[in-house]
């Protein structure tokens, strides 16, 4: 990919605003946008939701049914290696179950997937209960494959289907807490089986199993301890699963009992209760009678699920579908879809098919998780929400918050209840967190972003969403302050930080692991930028001066000296820091694709290089509060655009990792958005599309899906900030509708003229903004205050990539040392 030709930023100031463009003012609704071309509004764009996009090739999307933030995420489970989210797109593997609980796009081990159901039309050679292969290797079949290679698989927000080779045909749908199933048996099938799987999880982690199953009601309810997917922990799960005839009574089974790896073992009449200690594998199986009808036996599966008791997975199921409507289920599942993504509205006319695809898919997939599980937190009492499957903080943060910030406050607020809550039982907020347990840390304390972005957009409407002001200070201060127990697992290694200003490679504490020491330098001091701000606003001076201060420290890590092997044009690089201040040596291309050495920089590495994910030379240019003070570093603008071109032509940007996410962006800081603009559109093409492989790498919970959200809709966003960079959209409009603010936003193209495919050059350079009808000093930046009421904001775009921010430095978006954000 290259990044486009640079001219000389001396030439670029130069090219003023030629003309103040006035624009027609249009009235600030959102109707008006799509009033003037009504073929194309999208009506429902939950149907536009393509949910299978990077299900194969190591996404880790999950493509089944789940409510908006939902617990119970129900899904189909292969056999494929990369089955984190339970799913794969090649028909190739063969299905195990359809489990109650999984995570989207997550890494580290395979998460929850537990509690699998599975339907046998015939069983084993003869039919028999016992002959049933129940383990999950032996019962496991292919999908039905299309004529086309592709599996009979279909998906849509709320609900998920296919046709397994055995001819059963499965669906699945989802209330917060509760899946329901549908199993269609095909037609002559005598002895419809259907089995509860108590104890294979997506690790086979199982520990201390326990089931009750009634051979008349054929309910059955069942525990079991698994292990956490990201981190040291373990967790209890239980489920609660009751059957019922779609269409006809089903009366009591004629067969149940128990299976315990591959025999199926029939209770008597009046054996109804089973209790195991250690079993590697157990469950329950039933035989029901066919559908008294000449059609196929349909029958429905309820399946609560909690974290509490049985009891309460009981309870959820028969609160939340009392009647096991499936399609009522489903119905009311796609319509809570359907609202939500229906608050961010595009135009249509002019675009591709595909793009508007790909921009609600991903907006779709920044709202699985993480996970509602109010109520269900086994760890202590409390009235206020819970969520869960942080996966991981830091890499949502950059953008998912933002993404929400701007069309959905209420579930960012109850997100923020949620983290504070935590923090006020453990002292210290989540980094990372998956099915309750402490996950590893991956960089800073990156839930202060998280709630400081909440902050810093929603600091007037606390009453209304119910957020406590002093309650999220003192979260910040406790990460920013209080050195935890184990800073591999909550917090930070907070004293070093705070006496020296970095992390240096040669020090051992006992309380956490000695590594990542140069990228933790970097986002420790991005965390506290995120108190700065919060402080700032609150009207406490000091600490805001103090926490901006602290945020200047990337500079301790900055080696002047370093130069790129054969490129000693590039000089300049955040290196390790030994405790006495000199600085210890690491590759610029280590962990990049031209590492000569290969190297990983994974979490597991034990590794004594300093950095996280990421090359050196891309956490050189991961300032995001203090960008003019990288270009200073960096021997100024020009250099700074070489280097940026240097790093896309030389392929080390990594479209994978979220430390790369804002470097297409950055040419805005050098005054050459049109570069940026050019760079972010050739990383859609490259690597982002609507195929099953169209992710360069993991989901990470939606961190992809809203980075590649907001590049279609030409923002990227600065969390704990009022700044938006600004690009042009993919669409002749976007509106975002805000609930809590009450009026929609609309961005608008007043000359849109398509997209270029290759996403190098075309018509899409910005060239003049005008907010509300009145002429905006920057084709940059915009501020939350165009969010905030609800703005039109009108921008004109040309084929000329030269276009500057601005006529003088304030139309530079602000950083840091150039006093930005006061
Ligand atoms: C899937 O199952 C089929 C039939 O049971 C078997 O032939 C095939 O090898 C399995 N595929 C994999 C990838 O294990
Ligand atoms: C499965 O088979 C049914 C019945 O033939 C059909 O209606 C459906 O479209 C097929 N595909 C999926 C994914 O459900
Ligand atoms: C099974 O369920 C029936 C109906 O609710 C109940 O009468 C019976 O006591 C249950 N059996 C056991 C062992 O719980
Ligand atoms: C805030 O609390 C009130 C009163 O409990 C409730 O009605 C409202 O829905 C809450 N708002 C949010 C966004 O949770
Ligand atoms: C960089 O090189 C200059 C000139 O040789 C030297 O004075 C300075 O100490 C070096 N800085 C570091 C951090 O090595
Ligand atoms: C600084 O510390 C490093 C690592 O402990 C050591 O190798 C180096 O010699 C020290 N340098 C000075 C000047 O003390
Ligand atoms: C200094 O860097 C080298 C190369 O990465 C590494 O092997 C060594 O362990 C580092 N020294 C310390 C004290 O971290
Ligand atoms: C789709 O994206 C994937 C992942 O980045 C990439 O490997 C593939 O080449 C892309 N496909 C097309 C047709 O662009
Ligand atoms: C959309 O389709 C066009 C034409 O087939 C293709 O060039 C483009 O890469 C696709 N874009 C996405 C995002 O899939
Ligand atoms: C929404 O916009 C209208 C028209 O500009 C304005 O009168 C109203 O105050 C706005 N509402 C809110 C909640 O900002």
Same mark, same amino acid.
């Given at each position: 990919? #290259?990044?486009?030709r640079?001219?000389?930023?001396?030439q670029?100031?130069?090219?003023?605003l030629?003309?103040?463009?006035?624009?027609?003012?249009?009235?600030?609704?959102?109707?008006?946008?799509?009033?003037?071309?009504?073929?194309?509004?999208?009506?429902?764009?939950?149907?536009?939701?393509?949910?299978?996009?990077?299900?194969t090739?190591?996404?880790?999307?999950f493509?089944?049914?789940t409510?908006?933030?939902?617990?119970?995420?129900?899904?189909m489970?292969t056999d494929?290696?990369?089955?984190?989210?339970?799913?794969?797109a090649?028909p @190739?593997?063969?299905?195990?179950g359809?489990?109650?609980?999984?995570?989207?796009?997550?890494?580290?081990?395979?998460?929850?997937?537990?509690?699998?159901? &599975?339907?046998?039309?015939?069983?084993g050679?003869?039919?028999?209960?016992?002959?049933?292969?129940?383990?999950?290797?032996?019962?496991?079949?292919?999908?039905?494959?299309?004529?086309?290679?592709?599996?009979?698989?279909?998906?849509?927000?709320?609900?998920f289907?296919?046709?397994?080779?055995t001819?059963l045909?499965?669906?699945?749908?989802?209330?917060?807490?509760?899946?329901?199933?549908?199993?269609?048996f095909?037609k002559?099938?005598?002895?419809?089986?259907?089995?509860?799987?108590?104890?294979?999880?997506?690790?086979?982690?199982?520990?201390?199993?326990?089931?009750?199953?009634n051979?008349?009601?054929?309910?059955?309810?069942?525990?079991?301890?698994?292990?956490a997917?990201?981190?040291?922990?373990?967790?209890?799960?239980?489920?609660?699963?009751?059957?019922?005839?779609?269409?006809?009574?089903?009366?009591?089974?004629?067969?149940s009992?128990?299976?315990l790896?591959n025999?199926?073992?029939?209770?008597?009449?009046?054996?109804?209760?089973?209790?195991?200690?250690? #079993?590697?594998?157990?469950?329950?199986?039933?035989?029901?009678?066919?559908?008294?009808?000449?059609?196929p036996?349909?029958?429905?599966?309820?399946?609560?699920?909690?974290?509490?008791?049985?009891?309460?997975?009981?309870?959820?199921?028969?609160?939340?579908?009392?009647?096991?409507?499936?399609?009522?289920?489903?119905?009311?599942?796609?319509?809570?879809?359907?609202?939500?993504?229906?608050?961010?509205?595009?135009?249509?006319?002019?675009?591709?098919?595909?793009?508007?695809?790909?921009f609600?898919?991903?907006?779709? #997939?920044?709202?699985?998780?993480?996970?509602?599980?109010?109520?269900?937190?086994?760890?202590?009492?409390?009235?206020?929400?819970?969520?869960?499957?942080?996966?991981c903080?830091?890499?949502?943060?950059?953008?998912?918050?933002?993404l929400?910030a701007?069309?959905?406050?209420?579930? &960012?607020? #109850?997100?923020?209840?949620?983290?504070?809550?935590?923090?006020?039982?453990?002292?210290?907020?989540?980094e990372c967190?998956?099915?309750?347990?402490?996950?590893?840390?991956?960089?800073?304390?990156?839930?202060?972003?998280?709630?400081?972005?909440?902050f810093?957009?929603?600091?007037?409407?606390l009453?209304?969403?119910?957020?406590?002001?002093?309650?999220?200070?003192?979260?910040l201060?406790?990460d920013?302050?209080?050195?935890?127990?184990?800073?591999?697992l909550?917090?930070?290694?907070?004293?070093?930080?705070?006496?020296?200003?970095?992390?240096?490679?040669?020090?051992?504490?006992?309380?956490?692991?000695?590594?990542?020491?140069?990228?933790?330098?970097?986002?420790?001091? &991005?965390?506290?930028?995120?108190?700065?701000?919060?402080?700032?606003?609150?009207?406490?001076?000091?600490?805001?001066?103090?926490?901006?201060?602290?945020?200047?420290?990337?500079?301790?890590?900055?080696?002047?000296n370093?130069?790129?092997?054969?490129?000693?044009?590039?000089?300049?690089?955040?290196?390790p820091?030994?405790?006495?201040g000199?600085?210890?040596?690491?590759?610029?291309?280590?962990?990049?694709?031209?590492?000569?050495?290969?190297?990983?920089?994974?979490?597991?590495?034990?590794?004594?290089?300093?950095?996280?994910?990421?090359?050196?030379?891309?956490?050189?240019?991961?300032?995001?509060?203090?960008?003019?003070?990288?270009?200073?570093?960096?021997?100024?603008?020009?250099?700074?655009?070489?280097?940026?071109?240097?790093?896309?032509?030389?392929?080390?940007?990594?479209?994978?990792?979220?430390?790369?996410?804002?470097?297409?962006?950055?040419?805005?800081?050098?005054?050459?958005?049109?570069?940026?603009?050019?760079?972010?559109?050739?990383?859609?093409?490259?690597?982002?599309?609507?195929?099953?492989?169209?992710?360069?790498?993991?989901?990470?919970?939606?961190?992809?899906?809203?980075?590649?959200?907001?590049?279609?809709?030409?923002?990227?966003?600065?969390?704990?900030?009022?700044?938006?960079?600004?690009?042009s959209?993919?669409?002749?409009?976007?509106?975002f509708?805000?609930?809590?603010?009450?009026?929609?936003?609309?961005?608008?193209v007043?000359?849109?003229?398509?997209?270029p495919?290759?996403g190098?050059?075309?018509?899409?350079?910005?060239?003049?903004?005008? @907010?509300?009808?009145?002429?905006?000093?920057?084709?940059?930046?915009?501020?939350?205050?165009?969010?905030?009421?609800?703005?039109?904001?009108?921008?004109?775009?040309?084929?000329?990539?030269n276009?500057?921010?601005?006529?003088?430095?304030?139309?530079?978006?602000?950083?840091?040392?150039?006093?930005?954000?006061?």
């Amino acid at each position: 990919m #290259r990044g486009g030709r640079p001219l000389r930023l001396s030439q670029s100031l130069l090219i003023f605003l030629g003309s103040i463009s006035l624009f027609e003012v249009s009235r600030p609704v959102v109707a008006a946008s799509v009033a003037s071309s009504t073929d194309t509004v999208v009506t429902h764009p939950a149907s536009l939701v393509n949910l299978f996009i990077g299900t194969t090739n190591g996404g880790h999307v999950f493509p089944g049914a789940t409510l908006p933030h939902g617990m119970v995420k129900v899904g189909m489970d292969t056999d494929s290696p990369g089955n984190h989210a339970g799913y794969d797109a090649d028909p @190739i593997f063969n299905v195990t179950g359809f489990s109650q609980l999984h995570d989207d796009g997550t890494g580290g081990s395979i998460p929850l997937s537990l509690f699998k159901l &599975f339907a046998f039309p015939f069983c084993g050679a003869d039919d028999k209960f016992e002959e049933c292969p129940t383990s999950v290797d032996d019962r496991k079949v292919l999908r039905k494959v299309l004529p086309n290679g592709s599996p009979d698989d279909f998906a849509e927000p709320g609900y998920f289907s296919t046709n397994l080779s055995t001819g059963l045909r499965v669906e699945l749908t989802a209330m917060r807490r509760t899946a329901v199933h549908r199993y269609t048996f095909p037609k002559g099938t005598v002895n419809p089986r259907i089995l509860v799987d108590i104890t294979n999880d997506g690790q086979q982690s199982s520990t201390d199993p326990e089931m009750l199953l009634n051979g008349t009601t054929a309910r059955v309810t069942g525990a079991s301890s698994f292990a956490a997917s990201f981190g040291p922990g373990r967790y209890r799960a239980f489920t609660c699963v009751d059957f019922k005839g779609d269409g006809f009574d089903l009366g009591a089974p004629k067969q149940s009992g128990a299976w315990l790896g591959n025999s199926g073992i029939q209770q008597s009449t009046n054996f109804q209760q089973l209790y195991f200690g250690f #079993r590697e594998q157990l469950g329950a199986l039933f035989t029901f009678a066919p559908a008294p009808s000449a059609g196929p036996t349909t029958i429905l599966a309820r399946v609560g699920v909690s974290f509490i008791s049985t009891d309460q997975a009981c309870a959820n199921a028969e609160a939340e579908v009392p009647a096991f409507d499936f399609d009522a289920t489903r119905t009311a599942a796609f319509g809570a879809w359907d609202a939500l993504l229906g608050r961010v509205q595009v135009d249509t006319k002019g675009v591709d098919k595909n793009m508007t695809e790909l921009f609600y898919s991903s907006l779709y #997939r920044t709202h699985i998780s993480p996970a509602d599980y109010t109520d269900e937190n086994p760890k202590w009492k409390s009235t206020e929400p819970y969520f869960d499957s942080f996966y991981c903080n830091w890499d949502t943060y950059r953008t998912l918050y933002s993404l929400m910030a701007l069309h959905d406050p209420e579930d &960012f607020s #109850r997100i923020v209840r949620g983290l504070l809550n935590i923090q006020q039982h453990e002292g210290w907020m989540p980094e990372c967190r998956g099915a309750t347990a402490m996950h590893f840390i991956q960089g800073g304390s990156n839930g202060d972003p998280i709630v400081a972005e909440f902050f810093v957009k929603y600091h007037e409407h606390l009453d209304v969403l119910n957020v406590s002001a002093p309650a999220l200070y003192s979260a910040l201060v406790a990460d920013a302050e209080v050195q935890p127990p184990n800073w591999d697992l909550q917090g930070r290694q907070a004293n070093i930080w705070k006496s020296l200003g970095y992390i240096p490679s040669d020090i051992w504490e006992p309380s956490g692991t000695n590594t990542k020491q140069v990228s933790r330098t970097l986002e420790y001091a &991005f965390d506290d930028f995120a108190v700065s701000q919060v402080a700032k606003i609150m009207g406490n001076a000091a600490d805001g001066t103090k926490y901006a201060q602290r945020a200047q420290n990337f500079v301790n890590t900055w080696n002047p000296n370093i130069t790129v092997p054969g490129r000693t044009d590039i000089k300049g690089m955040m290196q390790p820091r030994f405790l006495n201040g000199t600085f210890n040596f690491t590759d610029p291309r280590h962990c990049s694709v031209n590492d000569p050495l290969q190297s990983t920089c994974f979490l597991n590495a034990v590794n004594t290089d300093g950095f996280y994910e990421g090359s050196p030379i891309t956490y050189s240019q991961y300032v995001p509060q203090d960008t003019a003070k990288l270009i200073e570093l960096q021997g100024g603008p020009q250099k700074f655009i070489d280097r940026l071109n240097f790093i896309f032509e030389d392929n080390y940007f990594d479209s994978t990792d979220e430390p790369s996410q804002q470097i297409p962006f950055m040419y805005h800081y050098a005054n050459r958005p049109g570069l940026s603009t050019q760079a972010s559109r050739q990383t859609i093409a490259q690597f982002f599309n609507t195929s099953v492989n169209g992710l360069p790498g993991n989901d990470d919970s939606g961190a992809m899906g809203s980075y590649v959200a907001f590049y279609l809709a030409g923002l990227y966003p600065l969390p704990a900030t009022r700044q938006f960079l600004l690009s042009s959209p993919y669409f002749p409009s976007i509106s975002f509708t805000n609930p809590i603010l009450g009026n929609a936003t609309t961005i608008r193209v007043t000359n849109f003229a398509g997209n270029p495919a290759s996403g190098t050059g075309g018509q899409v350079f910005v060239k003049s903004v005008t @907010i509300d009808g009145a002429p905006w000093h920057s084709n940059c930046f915009i501020d939350w205050d165009a969010f905030r009421a609800g703005s039109t904001i009108e921008l004109e775009v040309t084929t000329d990539i030269n276009v500057p921010c601005g006529k003088d430095a304030s139309a530079l978006p602000p950083s840091l040392s150039t006093g930005g954000y006061d």
